[in-house]
């Protein structure tokens, strides 16, 4: 369940309100009323996430929040449920009730739900869940009459072709942010190094290296997340920022950081699997980016297209070595990122594509 402004969810509701009326159901903090605009009908629910409590607990209060969503599922008129998550109580209730009243169903999978979901269980009551929530999540997976993925390599995982499902890959694409007057000389000279995401992940692993780094001439720049976290690194901050801003910043920086860890997992599939936003929200910025080797999906990005480095970074030195040798490559590097820059953007072809799979 997601925010209005959630990147992901509301570039396919606009997208597709291009071609169709949409009905978008979002979580608000704050009680509103219905209202349209354009083709979309705005339909708010307030919520706010409990915290600090047991995973369970947070599980149980979610009911009633399920049950309302369940409403518009079973009472409003469409031809299309959209999914862009489950119900966590009701996880396939939707899925059967939307077939059984003869509507489509498009699954938009963000997250490897199995160990996404109720992520900090303790062992061994988490690989328990996996094993649950796996058999769930394929499930949904033969309920729905379409499917979209943020990676190639979940529907690999997954090995999707058996359910002989059709599905795409829609990665978490940059918008189409045009950076003026790129001066690869001067990202260089300014060697800094930028972290950015509205999530704070941790940086265990890697604060050696960017102590490291400091001794070398870089500085390290915060944006967005919970600045307390990295209080022992040396660094400039800014929170939230206007889209267009963010990526101005990103722009300046010399590297951008997107290595990271989210659950302390080694397997953590929503890890090693992941296209974040802020992956492509670099590289259309012009900024090469220092991804962790074990990210299979953005690793596979950076070495074929060239357009930053891959680290180890329990690796200290090995790391150092490679991210110097990369800034002496610095031009060769941001030209590739200029030269393939299209292919990080969400622009009118691809809209196309995604509007006439999910509708068409």
């Known amino acids: 369940m997601h925010p209005k402004e959630d990147k992901r969810v509301y570039r396919s509701v606009k997208s597709l309100s291009k071609h169709a009326k949409v009905l978008y159901q979002y979580l ?18 307030k919520w706010l996430e409990p915290k600090n409590v047991h995973p369970l607990v947070k599980l149980a209060k979610r009911r009633s929040l399920d049950k309302k969503v369940l409403e518009i599922v079973v009472n409003t008129e469409y031809d299309i449920l959209y ?11 939707p899925f059967r009730i939307a077939k059984e009243r003869g509507k489509r169903v498009i699954y938009d999978v963000h997250e490897y739900h199995p160990q996404n979901f109720l992520a ?16 769930i999540f394929l499930s949904q997976l033969k309920l729905s009459d379409a499917l979209i993925f943020v990676t190639p390599d979940v529907p690999e995982d997954l090995n999707i072709r058996k359910l002989n499902k059709p599905y795409i890959v829609v990665p978490n694409f940059a918008e189409d942010f045009v950076p003026t007057n790129i001066d690869i000389q001067q990202k260089k000279n300014n060697k800094l190094i930028i972290y950015v995401g509205k999530v704070t992940r941790r940086l265990d692993e890697e604060k050696a290296l960017i102590k490291k780094l400091t001794f070398e001439g870089f500085s390290l720049r915060i944006i967005g997340m919970d600045d307390s976290y ?26 951008s950081l997107v290595s990271f860890t989210t659950t302390g997992k080694k397997n953590y599939k929503n890890d090693l699997y992941s296209l974040p936003h802020k992956f492509y929200d670099s590289l259309a910025a012009g900024t090469p980016v220092i991804v962790k080797e074990s990210f299979v999906s953005m690793r596979r990005i950076v070495e074929q297209l060239g357009v930053g480095i891959t680290i180890d970074p329990t690796d ?32 009118e072809k691809k809209e196309e594509e995604f509007a006439k799979f999910v509708i068409f």
């Open 120 to 135: 900090d269980l303790p062992q061994p009551v988490a690989r328990i869940k996996e094993e649950v929530v796996k058999k």
């Open 83 to 93: 999914m862009h998550h489950f119900l966590p109580s009701r996880p396939l209730l």
């Open 230 to 255: 990295f209080a022992d690194l040396p660094h400039t901050y800014s929170g939230f920022l206007p889209y267009d801003e963010m990526m101005r910043e990103i722009s300046l920086a010399t590297f």
């Open 28 to 45: 608000s903090e704050t009680e509103e009323d219905v209202y349209e605009e354009g083709n979309i009908t705005y339909i708010p629910i």
């Open 316 to 347: 200290v030195e090995k790391s150092l070595r490679k991210l110097l040798s990369a800034y002496q490559r610095y031009h060769e590097i941001v030209q590739n990122i200029l030269k393939y820059r299209y292919e990080f953007v969400w622009d």
